[in-house]
């Protein structure tokens, strides 16, 4: 079975501070991990996925399979950083997707 | 706008009925989730089908049943509805079964009354 564990429904801080958001997984393959977003009144839209190694609006993500995490981080944050961010795995044909985590950027 | 439509944008029904959710995937796309946001259980995995057959399933009740037909777009009936069933119900598109990024529509909000 595969699960995606994210520990905080909501999460706030204050502009320019850090941002790490976290994700753990569950899986006995080898996963594709994703972070997902959805600004308010706007539809989910990919964010990143770990084999691309990149980095978007100041976001990455390192994947780590010895603790199978997938923690999303940004050194400082952005008022329109404030959404919903979904933590997902891919593997054995299903997308898994976390609980979601508010993140709430205080000007 | 990622390409993916989803119809209607509300229901409003009233319990033990019956409801289609219309899902119409980006063009080329051959895999079809659906999905169920609620307040507390966040993003709940449905089922999926790639091109007109299904290919895995999540936490689907009995009472909810899916199809993709030969044109690619899909559909998600759900019977005898109960309160609980009262979310954000959303379809997702892919190009390849479970490995490629999803593109989200913008879903269907369902309320039972």
């Known amino acids: 079975a595969q699960r995606v564990t994210q520990p905080e429904k909501l999460l706030s801080v204050f502009k320019g501070a850090p941002v790490e958001l976290k994700c753990n997984y569950s899986y006995s393959g080898s996963p594709e991990l994703f972070w997902y977003v959805q600004y308010s009144r706007q539809r989910l839209q990919l964010l990143l996925r770990?084999?691309s190694r990149e980095s978007i609006k100041g976001f990455t993500a390192d994947l780590n399979k010895g603790e199978t995490s997938f923690h999303l981080k940004k050194p400082f944050a952005q008022e329109e950083d404030s959404a919903m961010y979904y933590c997902a795995l891919s593997g054995g044909q299903k997308v898994t997707f976390g609980i979601g985590t508010k993140l709430q950027v205080i000007p | 706008d990622s390409g993916v439509t989803q119809t209607p944008k509300h229901l409003i029904t009233a319990t033990g009925q019956r409801v289609t959710l219309r899902c119409s995937p980006r063009s080329g796309d051959l895999s079809v989730y659906w999905y169920q946001q609620s307040l507390d259980q966040g993003l709940q995995f449905l089922i999926q089908y790639y091109n007109g057959e299904e290919r895995a399933k999540g936490n689907i009740l009995e009472r909810f049943s899916a199809q993709q037909f030969p044109d690619l777009h899909s559909e998600l009936n759900l019977s005898s509805l109960e309160l609980g069933d009262s979310a954000l119900y959303f379809c997702a598109s892919s190009g390849q079964g479970g490995d490629e990024k999803l593109f989200f529509g913008s879903g269907t909000q369902l309320s039972v009354l």
């Open positions: 770990h084999i």
